[in-house]
């Protein structure tokens, strides 16, 4: 017996794969991207994370300002002195120029999220301003210590920079040099640089109180 002649053993040319098999391949293939693109998202997180953690602290302030081209620099100072004793983490005065080439002073603060309402209204109280603006942002902030070292003339606290766990600066507290520079009657400089040798030949050594960022003034 012979097979018939029409009788083929190959699949008809006009033969396909289910559409359903393509589509299911296509939604495999999107996916694992997909996937790799979530991994490499979620690496880079963590790649910044812990750059921040060895670092410092990553924090969230808000930065408070209005302009015044009304104002005494007595009204300005008091401002200053009220937003710092209000918990604000700085405050500062910077010249600029108005509208119609009016020389201003713009007042500004930085701030904690949860004291912001608190500040703008004691600004609105303070100032001849209209309204007060504010922005959110993130700032990077070393931690801080503070130590006490021996002078002639008394004890003084140093503020330390640390990076990593390590002092990288240290800054006498202008406070208690002042005072032990008015009671003893010698040069601020003086008792600055006491301190400062005070804190060099201790080779850091001391105990010390540890700040977080958010405690500074200063950023």
Same mark, same amino acid.
């Given at each position: 017996d012979?097979a018939?002649p029409? #009788?083929h053993?190959?699949?008809?040319p006009? #033969?396909h794969?289910h559409p359903?098999?393509?589509?299911?391949?296509r939604n495999?293939?999107?996916?694992?991207r997909n996937?790799?693109l979530?991994?490499?998202?979620?690496?880079l997180v963590?790649?910044h994370?812990s750059?921040?953690t060895?670092?410092?602290?990553?924090e969230?302030v808000?930065?408070?300002?209005?302009n015044l #081209?009304?104002?005494t620099g007595?009204?300005?100072?008091?401002?200053i002195?009220?937003?710092?004793? !209000? %918990?604000?983490l700085?405050?500062w005065?910077a010249?600029?120029t108005?509208?119609? %080439?009016?020389?201003?002073?713009?007042?500004?603060?930085?701030?904690?999220?949860?004291?912001?309402?608190a500040?703008?209204?004691?600004?609105?109280?303070e100032?001849?301003?209209l309204?007060?603006?504010w922005?959110?942002?993130?700032?990077?902030?070393?931690?801080?210590?503070?130590v006490?070292?021996a002078?002639?003339w008394?004890q003084?606290?140093l503020?330390?920079?640390?990076? #990593?766990?390590?002092v990288v600066a240290s800054?006498?507290?202008y406070?208690?040099?002042a !005072?032990?520079?008015r009671?003893?009657g010698?040069?601020?400089?003086?008792v600055?640089a !006491? !301190?400062?040798?005070?804190?060099?030949a201790?080779?850091g050594?001391h105990?010390?109180?540890?700040?977080r960022?958010?405690?500074s003034?200063t950023?």
């Amino acid at each position: 017996d012979h097979a018939h002649p029409h #009788d083929h053993t190959h699949a008809h040319p006009h #033969d396909h794969a289910h559409p359903h098999s393509k589509l299911e391949t296509r939604n495999s293939k999107l996916e694992t991207r997909n996937s790799s693109l979530v991994t490499h998202h979620s690496s880079l997180v963590t790649h910044h994370s812990s750059l921040v953690t060895r670092h410092s602290s990553l924090e969230t302030v808000v930065e408070l300002r209005c302009n015044l #081209d009304d104002v005494t620099g007595e009204t300005i100072a008091y401002a200053i002195e009220r937003l710092l004793a !209000a %918990g604000a983490l700085d405050a500062w005065a910077a010249p600029l120029t108005m509208k119609k %080439g009016r020389p201003a002073l713009q007042l500004a603060c930085l701030a904690r999220p949860a004291d912001v309402e608190a500040l703008a209204r004691l600004i609105l109280r303070e100032t001849p301003t209209l309204g007060v603006r504010w922005q959110t942002m993130e700032r990077l902030a070393a931690d801080r210590a503070t130590v006490e070292v021996a002078t002639p003339w008394g004890q003084v606290r140093l503020k330390q920079k640390l990076l #990593d766990g390590a002092v990288v600066a240290s800054s006498p507290e202008y406070d208690d040099c002042a !005072a032990l520079a008015r009671a003893h009657g010698v040069p601020l400089a003086e008792v600055y640089a !006491a !301190a400062l040798a005070a804190n060099h030949a201790e080779g850091g050594n001391h105990e010390t109180s540890l700040q977080r960022g958010d405690d500074s003034r200063t950023g």
